[in-house]
């Protein structure tokens, strides 16, 4: 009954957290990856004024233009980029749904960063290609040996996310170049996922399509906006493989929902200071209170920070935490590693100075 590419698909290390978890009661969670504030005020108020003037209708497979063309203004007005041929998605794990579906045939091979968002491999392989892994350890940065370590002649496009979900890295302008070079000498896709662009703490944000054409961009509105259910999402590339993405999603998600498109013009026009303030605050809370007793890097962007376990054995100090009430990801769940573990701080400052705690006491100090 169950398809062979169905089995390949192993359930999700996030979902086995929490059913280890499922009997604990009250638990500092750490674990989940999404905004923890609502969709902003006046967002809800533009969504539901067009569900109410009826427009709740399907749209057109593309996105409707006028979301279409507040995309380009905005990636014009924050990395003075023109985006080339754009598509709304469902989410941004809509937008690499449709890309692998176009752009992969089955023996194909795709360069993943190693630390990854969890998606990426198992996409990949559901779609019949073969995820190539480059290492980043030990700081989550990218460097060319490693580039040409993962290489190979069948190898087809490559996968970047910065700020990158697990680690919180984000690649600096080297980096995106190194990246942009190395995919036009091998003539790569360059798939970059950039949904955590609003939360880079230390630096200027920056897209590797400032510096490659062949890229394709993905993007969207459920971190910037906290709008991880409403599925509204972009991708922007080169004109064929869009046509092609559009294609595909006309015969599976047929478009992104019509009210949240039109919410999501205001998104955009928003400002999000104070979003990228509060999780800065968060990030120094959790780095900061970890530093002494646990080898990490401090991040950069997103919201997530990726220490190593003590002992570099993830597995047995996640089973710890939990017993003592803390929910965290062993690092097995987005790496071919397990030495290190994730830590989500879109939480509310309270429950990371708690979770700080107890994960401490669960760690011997440095030198014992």
């Known amino acids: 009954m169950i398809s062979n590419r169905a089995k ?3 359930s999700s290390g996030i979902r086995k957290v929490f059913d280890l978890a499922a009997s604990l009661e009250n638990p500092v969670d750490l674990s989940i990856g999404q905004p923890d504030f609502d969709v902003p005020k006046e967002v809800k108020e533009e969504a539901i004024d067009w569900i109410r003037r009826g427009f709740n209708k399907y749209t057109v497979t593309q996105g409707i233009p006028e979301l279409i063309d507040e995309v380009r203004r905005y990636y014009q ?3 003075n980029v023109e985006l080339d041929r754009v598509l709304i998605t469902s989410g941004v794990s809509g937008g690499l749904t449709l890309a692998f ?3 992969l045939d089955p023996g194909d091979e795709v360069l993943v960063l190693d630390p990854y968002f969890v998606m990426y ?4 392989t559901l779609f019949g290609a073969v995820p190539r892994y480059v290492d980043t350890y030990p700081d989550f940065h990218v ?3 490693a580039l040409e370590k993962a290489l190979s002649k069948r190898a087809k496009a490559i996968v970047i996310n910065s700020p990158a979900n697990p680690t919180g890295a984000v690649l600096n302008r080297d980096e995106l170049k190194l990246v942009a070079e190395f995919a036009e000498a091998h003539n790569l896709l360059i798939v970059s996922d950039e949904i955590y662009e609003q939360l880079t703490f230390d630096s200027e944000p920056d897209t590797v399509a400032r510096y490659s054409s062949n890229v394709l961009v993905l993007n969207g509105l459920s971190k910037m906006g906290g709008m991880t259910g409403w599925r509204v999402g972009y991708a922007a590339g080169p004109a064929e493989l869009i046509e092609r993405m559009t294609m595909i999603q006309q015969y599976t998600f047929v478009c992104a929902p019509a009210f949240a498109q039109k919410a999501a013009i205001v998104a955009l026009q928003r400002g999000t200071a104070e979003m990228l303030a509060s999780y800065r605050r968060k990030r120094d809370i959790v780095y900061d209170g970890l530093k002494q007793r646990f080898n990490v890097n401090k991040p950069a962007g997103a919201f997530y920070i990726f220490p190593e376990a003590p002992g570099g054995e993830a597995d047995g100090f996640v089973r710890r935490a939990i017993e003592n009430n803390v929910l965290i990801i062993p690092g097995n769940v987005f790496s071919e590693r397990n030495t290190h573990f994730r830590i989500s701080f879109a939480a509310p400052d ?4 708690q979770g700080v705690r107890i994960l401490n006491a669960l760690c011997p100090p440095t030198g014992e």
């Open 77 to 79: 007005r924050r990395f």
């Open 101 to 103: 579906l176009s752009a």
């Open 8 to 10: 390949m698909i192993d």
């Open 143 to 145: 460097r060319p040996e």
């Open 121 to 124: 491999k198992h996409l990949v």
């Open 350 to 353: 309270e429950t990371l100075q």
